[in-house]
């Protein structure tokens, strides 16, 4: 007879169940988290009309209507242009471009809240982008540079014109600076964006539209 100690089978028993819940705890500590990062990753959108519902509340729309103002546009889509969803009105809600030189990243704000985010080329060393507030003075589908004998398609003018933001810019014998330059700063100073990415920001900002370089 044992005594003055716990029988060996009843030691084994409480170590083999203490590592269960142990394993138990942490297991759903990971079902628990990737849940989170799963619907960080696809938020809901309740009635589908490209807003989710976070930025429902954001944009004070009805997140179980996809067209709030009953104009036959989506919300989603009328945030993507800057229209207000809660109004049939064509008078633009406020833009931004912000551009952060330290990331290589352009954020595309409407009514101050982030929107979209592209990966950019900024001036590299000896030639960086200038830092401060700016606002485009024009546009052009495809810009032509005198200095560097190339072409700059979705040209958006800054300061006078010395420097802008475009698309991977094309040699005249139709070679274009390849993509895996986003991110890294090998600009001559202009603010690059890639395919799709300058299109996309230079049909929706107009002339005048905010620019802060950081």
């Known amino acids: 007879m044992i005594t003055g100690k716990q029988h060996p089978k009843l030691c084994n028993f409480k170590t083999k169940f203490?590592?269960?819940?142990?394993?138990?705890f942490v297991f759903t500590l990971i079902f628990i988290f990737s849940g989170k990062m799963a619907l960080a990753a696809s938020p809901l959108d309740s009635d589908k009309d490209g807003l989710n519902d976070a930025q429902e509340l954001?944009?004070?729309?009805d997140p179980l209507n996809p067209d709030s103002d009953g104009d036959?546009?989506?919300?989603?889509?009328?945030?993507?242009?800057?229209?207000?969803?809660?109004?049939?009105?064509?008078?633009?809600?406020?833009?931004?471009?912000?551009?952060?030189?330290?990331n290589q990243k352009l954020t595309y704000f409407v009514n101050n809240q982030v929107w979209k985010e592209f990966t950019?080329?900024?001036?590299?060393?000896?030639?960086?982008?200038?830092?401060?507030?700016?606002?485009?003075?024009?546009?052009?589908?495809?810009?032509?540079?005198?200095?560097?004998?190339?072409?700059?398609?979705?040209?958006?003018?800054?300061s006078h014109g010395e420097?802008?933001?475009?698309?991977?810019?094309?040699?005249?014998?139709?070679?274009?600076?390849?993509?895996?330059?986003?991110?890294?700063?090998v600009s001559h100073g202009c603010v690059r964006l890639g395919i799709g990415s300058a299109s996309y920001i230079y049909d929706r900002v107009a002339v005048h539209t905010p620019v802060i370089i950081k």
């Open 120 to 158: 950019v080329s900024s001036g590299k060393p000896g030639m960086a982008t200038p830092k401060g507030k700016f606002e485009i003075i024009n546009k052009s589908p495809k810009a032509w540079s005198k200095t560097y004998g190339l072409w700059m398609p979705y040209w958006l003018g800054l």
């Open 18 to 24: 203490v590592r269960c819940f142990l394993c138990v």
């Open 72 to 102: 036959r546009h989506k919300d989603g889509l009328e945030v993507d242009w800057a229209y207000d969803p809660l109004s049939s009105s064509t008078k633009k809600l406020p833009q931004r471009l912000e551009i952060d030189l330290k």
């Open 163 to 185: 420097f802008g933001i475009h698309e991977l810019p094309i040699w005249p014998g139709g070679y274009r600076e390849g993509a895996d330059h986003l991110g890294k700063p």
């Open 58 to 61: 954001i944009f004070k729309t």
